[in-house]
């Protein structure tokens, strides 16, 4: 099914639907239960998939008006997740909060949320590659990967193949994150990224694709 000049669609994710904006055609598909799964991905008594849910495709607003469950001032949930390399990373591995030891060296995190068959996502990456690179040694970026219903695992390995990028990318399986972070009812949006301070506030949240990044965090970053 495709729907042509449309702004968004909407993905059935396990019981979230996903609105990923786009400029171009519209299609609706799922999200699925691969490899790569950390702490976070795999829920207790989680089997080897969730069933799908009927797929829906609707057409939001060009800028759509989110109510995310996390929001700016709050403390950001920590949470654990495989890369790609099966290494487990925790967010308070940067961002640890006042009750860290001395010796831990803090910093701020911009998490971005992914899907590879979100086009703005990959549109918005060069800013997010970019940024790193400004501020490498203060901030540190985490991708949080969701995967698409068919072989979504394997299209994120050979997305990153042929795009090396220079910080973690992290599985979001089973979208245990992206419902902490990103859900709004039954529905998440992507593109989505969080800047989270070193104490683990998070100081700014974007939904939707951002066509200055640095310009949008420049406030944040100069501790206004």
Known sequence: ????????HRLMLGGLVVFLSTGTACWAAGAARGSGAGDDSAPEGAGGGIANTSRQVRVPPARPKVELPLKVG???PDFSLRDRQSNLVRLSDYACGPGAPAWKKKRQVLIDF???DCEPCRRE???????QRRHQGRVQVLMIALLEEEDGAGKLDRFLAANPL???????AYETVAKKYIASGESVTL???FFIDENSVVRANFVGLEKDLEA???KVLAGK
């Open 1 to 8: 099914m495709t729907l042509t000049k449309m702004m968004h």
């Open 74 to 76: 709050q403390r950001a």
């Open 114 to 116: 992914f899907r590879t």
């Open 125 to 131: 990456l060069p800013q997010v590659i970019e940024f």
């Open 166 to 172: 220079p910080f973690p990318v992290l599985v979001d």
């Open 191 to 193: 593109p989505a990224i």
């Open 216 to 218: 949008s965090l420049s």
